[in-house]
């Protein structure tokens, strides 16, 4: 038996619709002749955390991809291929790595608690903790250690992303691509932007460049 809930879900998708036509009666129509989102947004599969929503953006607005922790795993052939064509196809100027205050992901590698399969997606954000556990392990307050390794992930994954061949080719190539790193609050609704703007090869460690 189809509960209320889910019949509720039908029934918003026609006020959502009716409400947008009000406003501007062309707003699918013009949807429908394709797409050209200036930015590709990573964030985390939290359903506190809406793309579109927090930003105020529309429709055809926001490229996106989202997984548990907003990670960038070079070997993910479902965000290499999101990455792929937003950069190759549809031309993104942004990509914003959102992650987010009270990440359940980061949460769970912070102890050593089996989760089950996920444990295996943990296991990358475990890694940014080996990276960083001299600072990490030095913050005594729990609620602040785990804030700074939140913060410590996004920026770890927008160098990640620097390092895929896929920006480094674009950069090489002259195109204009920015990545930056954001911090969500869950309880404020508030975007930080952490400051950590990567636009070009130069800025890439010796080692991670990779050359024609
Ligand atoms: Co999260």
Not at 118 to 127: K, L, M
Not at 146 to 163: G, H, M, P, R, S
Not at 174 to 190: A, C, F, K, P
């Amino acid at each position: 038996m189809t509960s209320d809930f889910y019949k509720s879900l039908i029934a918003n998708n026609k006020k959502w619709v009716q409400s947008k036509l009000e406003k501007d009666p062309e707003f699918f129509k013009k949807l429908e002749e394709g797409q050209q989102p200036p930015i590709l947004w990573i964030g985390c599969s939290d359903s506190r955390v809406p793309a579109n929503e927090i930003i105020g953006a529309n429709p055809g607005e926001v490229f996106v991809h989202r997984n548990i922790a907003n990670m960038v795993v070079h070997s993910d052939l479902n965000m290499l291929s999101v990455l792929d064509y937003a950069v190759n196809i549809l031309r993104i100027r942004h990509v914003i790595v959102c992650g987010h205050y009270g990440c359940g992901g980061v949460k769970a590698a912070m102890g050593n608690k089996s989760h089950g399969l996920v444990d295996n997606w943990i296991r990358h954000i475990r890694d940014v903790y080996r990276h960083h556990h001299v600072e990490l392990d030095g913050i005594k307050n729990v609620e602040h250690r785990f804030d700074t390794f939140v913060e410590l992930n996004i920026k770890e994954q927008v160098y990640d992303l620097a390092k895929t061949s896929i920006v480094q080719d674009a950069w090489k190539r002259g195109q204009d691509l920015y990545l930056h790193g954001w911090v969500y609050g869950v309880g404020t609704g508030i975007v930080k932007d952490l400051n950590v703007n990567f636009s070009c090869n130069a800025q890439l460690e010796e080692f991670y460049k990779l050359e024609s």
